[in-house]
C-alpha cells in the first residue's frame, strides 16, 4: 500500500514577549494537536519582531524562550520542523521577490498595518508595511496546506492567497494555496480588563491578560479582578462580553460546552466561577510550565534543537525558492 503523503502546516509567533493565554489558546494549543496529522513547520517570528522596536538583549532572551516554549507545549524537534525565522535565509529571500508581486493598495488595506502605525506614530517603517509580504512568503515557502493562526490574522492569510494566485497566475502553479485554520473556542481570547479588546501581548496592563509563564496566585488575582457585568448570572449572552470571554477560556480548558457550564454554575455568583475558571487555566498551564523551566536550564539542547530545527526548513524551503527563481528568470549558476 503506497504511503498517503501528510499535508503540510506551518505557522509563526513573534518573540514580543511571553505568550499570553490567548496567544495559547487560538494558536499554540491547536500547533501541537496538529503535530500528529500533518508535517508541521513552527517559527518564532523573530525577523516580524522588528517591525516595532526591539532592546537587542530582550529580543535575543525573547526569542530564545520562545523556542523553548515551542518545545514545551509538546512540540516534538524530530517530528515537526521548530525553528527561528532569522536562522533560515529563504525567508528574507523569498520575502524580497514577493514584495515585487504585491500592490502597494492591497498592502495599504491591512488593518494591523492601520493599527499599528497609530500606536507606534513615531516609528512608521516600510517593514511594518511589508510585515504581510514577510508572512506570506513564511506559509508559501513551506507549500502549506493549513496555518493555524487566531481571527486577527485572517486578513494576512487572504493576502498570502492573493500574492500566492497572483504568482501562480503569471508562472504556474510554483505554491500550494493556503487555508486558515481557526479553532472553534478561543480564537479570540479577550482582555480581561476590556473584553471589547482581543487579549494582547503587549498590553500595557498586566492585569489585562495572563501570561503562560504566570503563577497560580498570579492567576487567581487576574481573574478575580476580570471584568464582568452586574448581573450575577453565568450565561453566555450577547451583552456580556466579560463572562462569554471566561466561559470560552474554562471550555477551551476543560471541554465542557456553554450549556454544562450554565447549568453547573446556575445559582452560583461570579466569585465562584472566576475561581473555576482560575483552577483550570493553572492545571491546563502546569505541565508547560514544568518543561518551560526544564528547558531553560539547558542552553546547549535548545542550542542543539535550533539547528536541527534550522537545518530542516532550509531543506524545505529552499527548494520552493529555487523554483520561484528559476520562474522568474535569475541567472542561476549553482554550487
Ligand atoms: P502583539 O501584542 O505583540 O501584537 P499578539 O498577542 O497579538 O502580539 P502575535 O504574536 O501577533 O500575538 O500572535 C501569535 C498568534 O496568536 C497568532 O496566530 C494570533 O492570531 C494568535 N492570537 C493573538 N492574540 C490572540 C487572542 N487574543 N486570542 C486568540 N488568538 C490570538
Ligand atoms: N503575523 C503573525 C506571526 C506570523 C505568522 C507567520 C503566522 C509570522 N509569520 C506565518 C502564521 C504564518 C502573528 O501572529 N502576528
Request: charged residues 20%.
Amino acid at each position: 500500500m503506497e504511503l498517503q503523503k501528510k499535508q503540510r502546516v506551518l505557522s509563526a509567533i513573534q518573540p514580543t514577549s511571553i505568550p499570553t493565554l490567548g496567544n495559547y489558546i487560538g494558536a499554540l494549543r491547536n500547533w501541537k494537536n496538529m503535530s500528529a496529522n500533518y508535517d508541521c513547520a513552527y517559527a518564532v517570528a523573530d525577523l516580524h519582531a522588528i517591525t516595532v522596536r526591539q532592546d537587542p538583549k530582550a529580543l535575543k532572551q525573547q526569542t530564545m524562550q520562545m523556542f523553548a516554549i515551542l518545545l514545551a507545549i509538546g512540540l516534538d524537534p524530530e517530528q515537526s520542523a521548530v525553528f527561528v525565522q532569522s536562522h533560515v535565509d529563504t525567508h528574507a529571500q523569498l520575502a524580497w521577490l514577493l514584495n515585487c508581486y504585491t500592490q502597494f493598495g492591497e498592502a495599504s488595506r491591512m488593518t494591523q498595518f492601520k493599527e499599528k502605525s497609530q500606536k507606534h506614530a513615531d516609528n512608521i517603517n516600510v517593514g511594518l508595511f511589508t510585515y504581510p509580504v514577510l508572512m506570506a512568503a513564511d506559509i508559501l515557502l513551506y507549500q502549506a496546506h493549513y496555518v493555524p493562526i487566531g481571527a486577527d490574522q485572517k486578513q494576512h492569510l487572504e493576502i498570502a492567497r492573493d500574492i500566492a494566485e497572483r504568482f501562480n497566475g503569471l508562472y504556474g502553479s510554483v505554491f500550494t494555496l493556503p487555508e486558515p485554520f481557526i479553532g472553534t473556542v478561543g480564537a479570540r481570547v479577550m482582555s480581561l480588563q476590556d473584553p471589547e479588546k482581543k487579549m494582547s501581548k503587549s498590553d500595557v496592563n498586566p492585569k489585562a491578560s495572563i501570561s503562560i509563564l504566570d503563577s497560580p496566585d498570579a492567576i487567581v488575582k487576574k481573574f478575580k479582578s476580570a471584568v464582568t457585568d452586574s448581573e450575577a448570572w453565568v450565561r453566555y449572552a450577547e451583552d456580556k462580553a466579560g463572562i462569554n470571554n471566561l466561559m470560552t477560556i474554562f471550555s477551551a480548558c476543560t471541554g465542557w460546552s456553554y450549556e454544562q457550564i450554565e447549568s453547573d454554575f446556575a445559582g452560583k455568583g461570579y466569585g465562584d466561577f472566576k475561581l473555576a475558571v482560575a483552577d483550570a487555566v493553572i492545571e491546563e498551564l502546569r505541565p508547560l510550565q514544568f518543561r518551560f523551566d526544564r528547558l531553560m536550564k539547558d542552553p546547549a539542547y535548545l542550542k542543539q534543537c535550533a539547528h536541527l530545527g534550522a537545518e530542516k526548513a532550509k531543506r524545505i524551503s529552499q527548494r520552493t525558492l529555487d523554483k520561484c527563481m528559476k520562474k522568474i528568470g535569475f541567472w542561476i549558476i549553482g554550487n
